[in-house]
């Protein structure tokens, strides 16, 4: 698979990762650990080297599985994981980036994931309780002792992207974007290009919507996150099918699927955009590893972004809990 760089220190990783967050956090039961190291090796020997999880999927569990599935591939492959949420609960309102803090969830998460380094550290949320400066300087010790070797963030907005990058530079931002959440395009995105920050698209496929496998009579289990998201609504999956139906109309000129569809669109945005969709299941794997096969031309996109933009996505991407915690 091709390889990307994100960031200007080094740091390559196959044009797609995997996330593994779905494994045993917010889309249902868990996966059986066994099944989930078979699929988290699978995807190695499919070319994926990149790796997304944090303290907060379980919490912990994640962590502890994706550990165990690469330790025996640790030299073949990027992990990356993230700290930030007070006792690493994803569902709390409550931040925690400060410094013991950072160290801590770091020499608990090198544990957990049976390695003596985080290849790329994420701060899983700007914690408005703690200088952005202080949490980049505590990562810039971190890498200084070796038990880190990138500094990310996540749902950073420019102004704290810029702060942070001042002290130690960050090498990717992770914030959701994709077909029908194109925000980042606004502010974010050229601040990245300006200063030689990658880009990693956390739901890439609309948390499974551009798939076209859900549509306003899909139920959701109590544990899957998206049973409280404003954009799953029966309504609001209604009203967004129009961006599904556009999908699935040049997945059937270029022969793709839907899923390849959107994911090669984003590929294509730009060179130093690596999306981590997820999955538990290996077709699904393979389905996706597709979409760096399939070809996008410049008209192929300004078609698409014509016929997007006349597309009015309805429904708020997080339920107003969970909203506070996005960075502007």
């Known amino acids: 698979m091709e390889k990307r760089k994100l960031g200007t220190g080094g740091l390559e990783v196959s044009a797609l990762g995997l996330g593994c967050m779905g494994l045993t956090f917010a889309y249902g039961p868990a996966t059986e650990k066994n099944t989930a190291i078979k699929l988290i090796r699978d995807a190695v020997e499919r070319g994926i080297t990149f790796f997304d999880t944090a303290e907060a999927y379980g919490p912990f569990l994640n962590e502890e ?22 006792d690493g609960n994803a569902f709390s ?11 801590a969830v770091a020499e608990a998460s090198l544990k957990r994931l049976r390695t003596d380094h985080i290849d790329l550290f994420y701060q899983h949320r700007v914690d408005p309780n703690v200088p952005i400066e202080e949490v980049a300087g505590t990562v810039k010790d971190l890498i200084a002792e070796g038990k880190v070797k990138h500094f990310g963030m996540s749902e950073a907005g420019v102004k704290n992207v810029r702060k942070a990058h001042a002290v130690q530079p960050v090498a990717a931002l992770q914030s959701e974007y994709s077909l029908w959440w194109r925000e980042p395009e606004e502010q974010i995105m050229p601040v990245l290009e300006e200063l030689g920050i990658g880009f990693v698209p ?21 544990n899957d996150f998206r049973k409280i998201v404003p954009r799953f609504t029966p309504e609001a999956l209604q009203a967004n099918q129009a961006m599904v139906d556009l999908i699935q109309s040049i997945a059937r000129e270029k022969e793709a699927t839907p899923a390849q569809i959107a ?59 969970l909203a506070s915690r996005v960075d502007r």
């Open 65 to 86: 599985m994706l550990g165990e599935a690469l330790q025996p591939l640790r030299d073949e492959v990027v992990i990356a994981t993230k700290f930030g949420f007070k």
């Open 93 to 103: 309102r409550e931040l925690d980036s400060r410094p013991e803090n950072i160290r």
């Open 202 to 222: 956390f739901s890439p496929l609309g948390k499974g919507f551009l798939t076209g496998k859900i549509d306003a009579n899909t139920t959701f289990a109590d």
């Open 263 to 321: 994911l090669g669109w984003l590929l294509a945005q730009k060179p130093w955009i690596a999306p981590i969709p997820g999955t538990t299941k290996l077709h699904r794997l393979e389905e996706n590893i597709g979409a760096t096969r399939v070809e996008l031309t410049a008209g192929d996109l300004k078609n698409i972004d014509e016929a997007a933009s006349a597309i009015q996505i309805e429904g708020a991407r997080y339920p107003e809990s």
